[in-house]
C-alpha cells in the first residue's frame, strides 16, 4: 500500500495514514472485507514506526470503519457495521482549473448509448436494433480459443512480444490475398495493421487533417467518423446520400467551394442507410478526386456482406495508384473485442501512418494478429463470412416483411442490399429522439438520426435499425413494439 507521507507537514503521520485509509473505505476503492497490510509490514514499506500503523488502525477500527480478526489479521468493515451511519463519500474532489475546460461540452458528435438506456428499463425482455454489431450468437469464441492456444503452443514468446510495427507480415500477406479476389492488387508493404477500422480512420485523420480542414462525408454517415473529424477540429461538409450512395453529381462544386482535405465515403452498404453505391458514381467519385487531388479514404467496413445484387469494385480498385486509402476490418464479422483492422495505401503517407501508429499504440496485438492469420488460413474465416451471410440475408427479409406489416404507410425506408443496417425516415411531424424513450419503455431500442449528420439537426427524424443482431421472431416482435411506441406518440401529438 503506497500512502503518501509528508513528513514535513504538522499534520501527524498516524493521522496521515488514518485519512488515507479512510477515504478510500468512504470511496469504495477499499472494498468490504478487503485485509489490510500488517502493521510490521507496513510501516517498514512506509518507512515509519510500526506503534505509528497501529494507532491510525486504532482510530479507523473505534470509527467502525474496520475490525481485527483473531490471527487472521485486519480488515474493511461492511457497510452496515459503519459507525458513521449512511454517510458516504460526496464524490467531489478538489480539481484543478484546468479541468474546467474539459467539463462542458461534450466530445462533438458523441450520443448516448441506447442499448444501456434498454438495459436501465428494467424491461423483462428487451430487444435491441441499436448495437452496430452481428449476432454475438454466431461470434466462433471456441474455434478462436482453440487458434489461440495452438499459436501460443507454436509459437512461443514470439506471439507475445510486440512483433513488427506494420503488423505480423504473414497476416499483412494474407490480406493481400483476399484483397485479390476482391479485385484489389496491393502488396504487403503496404498493408498496416490497426486497431479496428475506428483506428484506421483516426491514424489517416490525425496524419492528414488539422484544425480548420474541411472533409467531404456522406449524410448521413457513420457518426464515430463524424465525431472525430470534430474532435480534430476539421469541419465535416455532408454530401446527400440515396439508393445509390453519394450523390456524386454534387461534388465537384462541393469541392469548387470548399477546398476540402479528404473525401470520406462508405461506398459498400454505408452505415447507416445501407445504400451501395454505383458503379458509375464510383468512377465519376475516383475521376474528379484526382482532377482536384485529394485523398479518398474509403471505409469498407461490411463489403462482404452482400444478400443480392451485383458486387461493385472497391474504389481502391479502379485506384491507379495513391489516390484512394482503404479500410476495413475483421471486427464487425468476428468479434467486435477482436480490434482487429487494416489500411491499404502507399506512397510516402503509408510511412507516415505507420509513424503515428508508434506513436499511439506501439503496436497492435501480435497474439491475436498471429491467431486471425491462422484462422483465416485454414479456411474458417470464409465459412464463417458464408454462415452469417446467409442467415444474416433471411433477417434481411424479415425485418423488411416486418415494416411493411407493422410500421405506418408513411414511415420511408430503402431496401438494403447487404450490410448491418436499414435505415427508416419518419413523417415530418414525428422525432425519433422523443419516440426513443416511448420505444424504451416498450421494450426495443433503436439508434436515432441526429448523430450520423454534420448538422445533427438534419437527422431528427431519421432512425437506425440493426437487424441483424436478433433472431427472426425477435425481429417481428421488436418492430411491433416499434409500430405501438409510434402510435402513441402519433396519439400525443394528436391529442
Keep these: 500500500m503506497r500512502i ?46 510500526r506503534i505509528t500503523i497501529e494507532k491510525a488502525y486504532g482510530e479507523l477500527e473505534a470509527k467502525g470503519l474496520i475490525y481485527t480478526r483473531m490471527g487472521s489479521g485486519t480488515y474493511v468493515s461492511t457497510q452496515q457495521r459503519f459507525q458513521e451511519g449512511s454517510r ?18 461534450a466530445m462533438p458528435g458523441l450520443a448516448e448509448d441506447e442499448d444501456l438506456l434498454l438495459l436501465a428499463s428494467g424491461h423483462p425482455d428487451p430487444i435491441s436494433f441499436s448495437t452496430g ?11 478462436f480459443r482453440k487458434v489461440i492456444q495452438a499459436v501460443l503452443k507454436r509459437d512461443g514468446m514470439a506471439a507475445l512480444e510486440y512483433g513488427e510495427r506494420e503488423g505480423y507480415q504473414p497476416l499483412r500477406s494474407m490480406i493481400v490475398q483476399i484483397l485479390a479476389s ?43 467518423a463524424l ?18 450512395g453519394m450523390q456524386v453529381d454534387q461534388l465537384e462544386n462541393a469541392l469548387r467551394m470548399h477546398h476540402p482535405k479528404m473525401i470520406y465515403t462508405i461506398p459498400n452498404f454505408q452505415n447507416p442507410t445501407g445504400a451501395c453505391m454505383s458503379g458509375q458514381r464510383r468512377r465519376k467519385l475516383i475521376s474528379l478526386a484526382d482532377q482536384y487531388n485529394i485523398p479518398i479514404l474509403e471505409d469498407d467496413f461490411v463489403g462482404d456482406l452482400r444478400y443480392e445484387g451485383f458486387a461493385k469494385p472497391a474504389l481502391k480498385s479502379l485506384d491507379p495508384g495513391g489516390r484512394v486509402i482503404y479500410i476495413s476490418t475483421f471486427s464487425k464479422m468476428l468479434m467486435p473485442g477482436l480490434r482487429m483492422g487494416y489500411i491499404v495505401t502507399e506512397g510516402p503517407l503509408f510511412k507516415r501512418l505507420v509513424e503515428w501508429k508508434v506513436l499511439n499504440d506501439l503496436a497492435s496485438s501480435n497474439l491475436l ?15 464463417h463470412l458464408r454462415k452469417a451471410t446467409q442467415m444474416y440475408g433471411k433477417r434481411c427479409e424479415t425485418v423488411i416483411k ?34 426513443l424513450p416511448l420505444a424504451i419503455k416498450k421494450g426495443v431500442s433503436f439508434t436515432v438520426g441526429n448523430p450520423f449528420f454534420p448538422d445533427p439537426q438534419e437527422g431528427e427524424h431519421c432512425l437506425r435499425l440493426n437487424f441483424v443482431a436478433e433472431p427472426p421472431d425477435r425481429i417481428e416482435q421488436g418492430i411491433i413494439r416499434l409500430s405501438e411506441a409510434i402510435q402513441q406518440l402519433q396519439q400525443q401529438k394528436s391529442g
Design 133 to 143: 454489431i452481428g449476432d454475438a450468437n454466431l461470434f466462433p469464441v471456441d474455434d
Design 369 to 383: 494478429q498471429r491467431a486471425l492469420e491462422s484462422y483465416v488460413t485454414v479456411g474458417r474465416y470464409q465459412a
Design 4 to 49: 503518501p507521507i509528508d513528513r514535513e507537514s504538522d499534520v501527524p503521520v498516524y493521522h496521515q495514514v488514518e485519512e488515507f485509509i479512510r477515504q478510500g473505505i468512504l470511496s469504495g476503492s477499499l472494498q468490504a472485507e478487503t485485509r489490510l497490510p500488517a502493521s510490521r509490514r507496513l510501516g517498514a514499506d512506509l518507512g515509519i514506526n
Design 227 to 244: 465525431s472525430l473529424f470534430k474532435a480534430l477540429g476539421a469541419i465535416p461538409i455532408g454530401l446527400p446520400v440515396d439508393e445509390n
Design 402 to 435: 416486418a415494416i411493411h406489416s407493422y410500421l405506418p404507410v408513411d414511415v420511408r425506408f430503402t431496401r438494403p442490399q447487404g450490410g448491418l443496417f436499414i435505415w427508416l425516415r419518419l413523417p415530418e411531424n414525428l422525432s425519433a429522439q422523443e419516440l
Design 88 to 105: 458516504t463519500p460526496n464524490g467531489k474532489i478538489s480539481l484543478p482549473m484546468w479541468q474546467d475546460k474539459f467539463a462542458n461540452p
Design 182 to 224: 476482391q479485385g484489389v492488387q496491393t502488396q504487403a508493404e503496404n498493408v498496416l495493421i490497426t486497431a479496428g477500422s475506428q483506428q484506421a480512420i483516426s491514424l489517416v485523420s490525425q496524419t492528414i487533417l488539422h484544425a480548420g480542414d474541411v472533409v467531404l462525408v456522406e449524410k448521413p454517415t457513420y457518426g464515430g
